[in-house]
């Protein structure tokens, strides 16, 4: 039901990835100011929820400040650092901020199995690598961490 999906990436891959998978507007934080062109393209309202998918500071300032008044960020990213907030701007604006480690698999999982059976996602477009259970660590994370332009999600298959 969302009206807008504003992806901000700074990576080119991943911003062709968004506008496959379904992002009305991809924002490279690089070049343009993320939090103005939401500004914009929200007539000045702000969005409704936000997600910190980065674990970086700039992602999350951005992903606070972009928020309507009582509107929600979600930080599902990993940090690799102390992050900061500025608490009293989040108290003026009554954000609502939480927090997801992991899927619940009692309704997420059925959802998302939904949305790909229906066909209104398909995550075989932000799936650039595909390995086997004993390959995670080699393979996978390391993967992740030396080379991380390069990917989006890498799939775990446990039946390899």
Partial sequence: ?????IVSEDLATRRVAAHRVGATRVIDPLVEDAVEVVRTLTNGNGVDISFDAAGVQPALDAALNVLRPRGRLMVVAIWGATAGIDI??????????????????????PAILNLIATGA??????????????AVV????????????????ILIDPSA
């Fill in 1 to 5: 039901g969302a009206s807008q999906i």
């Fill in 88 to 109: 009293n701007r989040s108290i003026m604006r009554e954000a609502n901020i939480g927090f997801s480690f992991c899927y619940e698999a009692q309704w997420q999982v």
């Fill in 121 to 134: 996602i398909n995550p075989g477009e932000l799936i650039t690598d595909e390995i086997p259970l004993d």
């Fill in 138 to 153: 080699s393979r996978g994370f390391e993967e992740l961490r030396v080379n991380r332009d390069a990917h989006i999600k």
